[in-house]
């Protein structure tokens, strides 16, 4: 069994919580999915966060999209 922990809920928490548990989740089981969720999107930005770094400082990527929001810029209706 994993390490048992306790902490304080404000009322925004407390409110997530019973939303939690009206699934049909246990208190124990909707602390550990949204902790595993907080962690999740966590990841995920820092992962988005690397890969817009990451085209950012890619001269052809750049390069590249230029020339498509230009095309896309030519074909844009004169109204």
Do not use: C, K, N, Y
């Amino acid at each position: 069994m994993g390490e048992m922990i306790s902490v304080r809920l404000d009322d925004d928490a407390e409110r997530a919580l019973a939303e939690l548990e009206a699934t049909g989740l246990s208190r124990s089981e909707a602390v550990r999915a949204g902790l595993r969720a907080a962690a999740q999107r966590l990841r995920d930005r820092q992962h988005l966060a690397a890969e817009a770094r990451a085209l950012f400082v890619d001269q052809e990527d750049r390069a590249e999209a230029t020339v498509v929001s230009d095309m896309m810029e030519d074909l844009r209706a004169p109204w």
